[in-house]
């Protein structure tokens, strides 16, 4: 959750402009990192851009059906595991990341195929 979030949560005033704003740095933050991550050579370029590619597409085919109406009743969006397995790779030396991308990307895949079929019988 993000500043603008708890701000609003104290206000008791949640609105979907911040939870647009949420959205978009917590998108946002993803990307940056999986871009990091392939600059310092933690993860193999092609996994980590299929990676944000996938999470951004699974991300606003989450929206776009919650504006739909066709809201799913269960998603699967990894971005904490993966801060998990960096934080594991810095206190043990054990680089996993592009291995558990690749499985991330795998898992999201299944859920962003389902969102875009739904999403077109919508529209």
Request: aromatic share 14%; net charge positive.
């Amino acid at each position: 959750m993000h500043l603008t979030a708890l701000l609003q949560d104290a206000q008791r005033k949640r609105q979907r402009g911040g939870a647009f704003t949420d959205i978009v740095c917590d998108t946002t933050g993803m990307i940056i990192s999986s871009i990091g991550l392939v600059y310092w050579g933690l993860v193999n370029a092609t996994i980590g851009a299929s990676y944000a590619a996938v999470y951004t597409l699974l991300i606003i085919f989450t929206i776009s059906r919650n504006q739909l109406g066709a809201i799913p009743k269960i998603t699967f969006r990894p971005k904490y595991i993966v801060y998990a397995v960096y934080i594991f790779f810095a206190f043990s030396a054990q680089n996993w990341l592009s291995e558990a991308m690749l499985v991330f990307t795998v898992a999201m895949l299944p859920f962003v195929i389902r969102d875009y079929f739904a999403i077109k019988r919508k529209l």
